[in-house]
């Protein structure tokens, strides 16, 4: 499905495709914040999938009893994909109270699950709500850097006192670079659009998957701020490398 986002006073407007996580405008492909911090390389991803592979054929082959070559492929098969299925899994959970989050903000009221893991996060979310004094102002706010050309969505702003932050929902098992690098970029791009807006830093919420836990990360520190977009901006120039060293044809000789 295409949005149509009109940003900066009606001078532009971002078009996004929810079917390939794509934004356009004018028709030229705009790269989004996650695409961009895609480059980073997650080498602890790489062992996870294989001891979920491992797991999985360790639970299929029973001791003693002996395999044809279609139940091996089969199990085999099974294997390749369980880091797939894992993430699925988890990315069900995660999905769903980051909706119902977007919902609460939104003003929609939406009703308590049933699942006792989706109500473990939900309540400790709201927990932090009640006790904070936690004032939303917007959700799933589009963002634009006409300086620099990357979009993204962000997911919160809200004020907390009589200060003002831009607010990004984790649903993951900690907090890494990358996400910092992500409210950086978000941030950077409203301030951008709206340059009267005054804030005095990020949060990062982080629900955990399994068990609903709550984590939340507050960046203040501006000079780290600073240096976190400006990291974004250097994977955002790496991808730009990677990209036209991948389209590379070599001259005849």
Known sequence: MKTK????????????????????LNGRVIPSVTKVLSVISKPALIGWAARTAIAHVAEAIEPGESYDELQLQAIFE????AHWQKKVDAGNIGTFVHDWIEKYISGD???????????????N????VKEHKVK??????????????????LDFVCVIGKEMFIGDIKTSSGIYPEHLMQTAAYRHARQEE?????????????????????ELVVIRDNKLYTEMFESFLAAQKLQKTLKVLGDYKSDKW
Request: aromatic letters at 14%.
């Open 5 to 24: 986002n009109v940003l900066y006073d009606g001078e532009i407007e971002l078009v996004f495709n929810s079917f390939g996580h794509k934004y356009t």
């Open 78 to 81: 099974g294997g390749k994909k």
């Open 109 to 123: 009221n939406p009703g308590m699950p049933v699942n006792e893991d989706l109500q473990e996060a939900i309540n």
């Open 125 to 128: 979310f709201l927990a932090w």
């Open 136 to 153: 939303f102002l917007l959700t799933e706010q589009p963002v634009y850097s006409r300086e620099h050309e990357y979009a993204g969505i």
């Open 194 to 214: 709206y340059p009267k807006e005054k804030y005095a830093g990020q949060l990062i919420l982080r629900i955990g998957k399994k068990d609903g836990s709550f």
